[in-house]
């Protein structure tokens, strides 16, 4: 009942810009070499578990609107393994490489710790098996520390420590089970980690736990053994008013509180970095800046609606500007483009899963493309050295060097009188236009 849902659809391939099939890929050439990589090297995607194969299709005002075999009643054992079947079958049928998951997407749900581990065990055990089988390969792991009524107050930042252990339960198998099926990087989504009002808010306290519990995650990555990247994914609010994770330049603040800088990364979520009020590129220019790339979470928002609508990218503008960030941070290490993205409410076709899928590949796959031009062509990256290169010279050196004193005497010896020099915008932005 679970890869036969797949099962009229043939595995998507590349086909180029002239097809006329609809499930085709016209830009996605997983062999063409791009910046020296292949393209499925290059871009690392990944389907997620949760939009795709968990939620129903339903939203705050109406029930799941999805006629999913496996999510038929009841969720049991026998459900739980028919999805993962699916969901890895459908990942094949993409021919993309990886796949990513929270540990509750997987298994039989379960209330009661004993019984929530044993479950969890036997999904890692069948997503074992499946990988060999459809040749997937799973690119991070995490844990659910906000669908559950106990997290409503947070996980790490719970004002119960007997949540806070629950929390430690979930994340230690999640991480182990991660090393086991031979995952590239570990994420932590702080969505309950942060409070709906200070009335009932200790933030120094939580502030604590949660640098402590990060700490903790680290220090059992080493003891096991786990070589991926643990990430942080940073978003602003929703669920709660205010998250703690807010945006990378706080997360990066409180890592180095923490002492932390040097062992997590960023997993960087395209709606997530617009409703903290950035763009998209400027969250990766700023992780890169920090030393703190890691990964990315492949979606957009909507300008008129202030929440998360996790539709999938189709912007090929936005998404140049993004790769060409990602390729001057060096490009993915362990990261990769995941698909935190879903189809909509009325999309309720198997059909619709590889129209997303194919829509997102197709256009981060020309983005890349673009950035490629762009940067080759060079106008961009020389325009912007030329506008710094006063910091090379010799009179910059002397004042990266010098106290304030002695440049501010400096300026007054020479009778400074810099001269205003056009940023381009517009021509820069003509420049793009180009390609
Ligand atoms: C929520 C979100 C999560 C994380 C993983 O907005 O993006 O799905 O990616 O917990
Ligand atoms: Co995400």
Redesign the pocket.
Known sequence: MSASYFAPFDTVRFEGPESTNDFAYRWYDKDRVVFGKRMEDYLRFAV?F??TFCWPGSDVFGAGSFERPWLAAPQDEAAARAKREAALSFVAKLDLPFY?F?DVDVMAPADRIGGFRDSFARAVDHLEELQGRYGRRLLWG?A?L?GHPRYMAGAATSPDPQVYAWAASQVRDALEATLRLGGANY???G?REGYDTLLNTNLATEQENFGRFLALVVEHKHKIGFTGTILI?P?PH?PTKHQYDFDTQTVYGFLKRFGLEGEVRV?I?A??ATLSGHTFEHEIAMARALGIFGSI?A?RGDPQNGW?T?QFPNSVEDLTLAVIEIERAGGFTTGGF?F?AKVRRQSIDAADLFHGHIGGVDVIARALLRAEAITKDGQLDRFRAERYSGWVGEFGQTVRTHDLAAIADLAVAQDLAPRPVSGRQEWLENLLNRF
């Open positions: 997620c949760w939009h990513c929270h995490t659910n906000f994420v932590l989504w969505g994914e978003k929703e997993n979520e709606n997530h979470d979606n998360d996790d995941n935190d």
